[in-house]
C-alpha cells in the first residue's frame, strides 16, 4: 500500500541556521509533490509544489527538492526565524485532478 | 483572497446525536474534501466530491456520510456520533486542473463526542 513518512520527532534548530525536512514515499508514482505549513488549531496551507521531472524548487526562503529515485523530498527552510515554527506536512498526488495523500507532518521549532 | 469557512470551530456533542458540519467554499471550485486529523495519524480523507450531487468514499467512511447539493457547500454528516469520532475535523477544495491539485483548507472545526 501507499505510504508517505515524514519524521515524526519533532526538529528543533536555532535561529539563523536551515531547517530541512524530509518526506520519504514507497508504492507510489507520484505526478507531483506538495509542501503545507499548518499552525496549530488551523488548516494546513499551501507553500510549493514541484512535479515529478523538476529537481528543485524555490520560493523566497524555501526550496524544495525532488528525487523520483530515491522516492523523496527534501524540504528546506534557509535563515530560519521563530515565525517559521510550525508542522509541515508533505503532499502527494497522481494528477488528473485527482485527491492527494498527506504524511503526518514534522513539527519545526526554531528558538531564538 | 480564497476562502473556505466552516460552520463551527468547536462542537461538543453527546454519544448517538446526529452531527452536520458544514463547508463553505467562495472560490467555484468542482472538488470538496473532509478529512479528519489526529495527533500520529496525519490527515485521513473521509470523503470527497468531485461535482454537486457526486460523493466518493475515502480512506475511512465508515460512520460518516455526506451531501453536496450547491457546488459551494459540502457538509458532512456522523449519524450517531461516538466518542471515537472525537477529532479535528477539516474541509478543503481544489480546482480540478489536472496540474497541481492544490488544496484549500478552511480552519476546522474540533468536535468533541461525550
Known amino acids: 500500500s501507499q505510504k508517505i513518512e515524514q519524521n515524526s520527532e519533532a526538529l528543533n534548530i536555532q535561529e539563523g541556521k536551515t531547517a530541512t525536512l524530509t518526506c520519504n514515499y514507497t508504492n507510489y508514482s507520484p505526478a507531483y509533490l506538495q509542501w503545507y505549513r499548518q499552525d496549530p488549531g488551523r488548516g494546513p496551507v499551501f507553500l510549493l509544489l514541484i512535479r515529478e521531472n523538476e529537481k528543485e524548487k524555490r520560493k523566497e526562503r524555501l526550496k524544495v527538492t525532488f528525487d523520483t529515485t530515491l522516492k523523496q523530498s527534501l524540504f528546506h527552510i534557509t535563515a530560519s526565524q521563530p515565525a517559521d515554527s510550525a508542522t509541515y506536512l508533505c503532499a502527494l498526488g497522481a494528477g488528473g485532478g485527482n485527491k492527494l495523500t498527506f504524511g503526518t507532518g514534522t513539527q519545526l521549532k526554531v528558538e531564538l | 483572497d480564497v476562502k473556505v469557512t466552516q460552520s463551527s470551530r468547536y462542537l461538543v456533542k453527546r454519544t448517538g446525536e446526529k452531527v452536520f458540519l458544514e463547508c463553505v467554499q467562495d472560490m467555484d471550485h468542482e472538488n470538496m474534501f473532509w478529512y479528519r486529523q489526529d495527533p500520529g495519524l496525519g490527515l485521513r480523507l473521509i470523503y470527497f466530491?468531485?461535482?454537486?450531487?457526486?460523493?466518493e468514499k475515502g480512506d475511512i467512511p465508515e460512520g460518516y456520510s455526506v451531501s453536496r447539493e450547491k457546488k459551494e457547500r459540502f457538509s458532512l454528516i456522523l449519524e450517531s456520533a461516538s466518542t471515537n469520532q472525537t477529532s479535528m475535523y477539516l474541509c478543503?477544495?481544489?480546482?480540478?486542473?489536472?496540474?497541481?491539485?492544490?488544496?484549500?483548507f478552511g480552519p476546522g472545526t474540533r468536535l468533541t463526542v461525550l
Open positions: 466530491s468531485y461535482d454537486v450531487k457526486m460523493k
Open positions: 478543503a477544495s481544489s480546482f480540478p486542473s489536472g496540474l497541481t491539485d492544490t488544496q484549500y
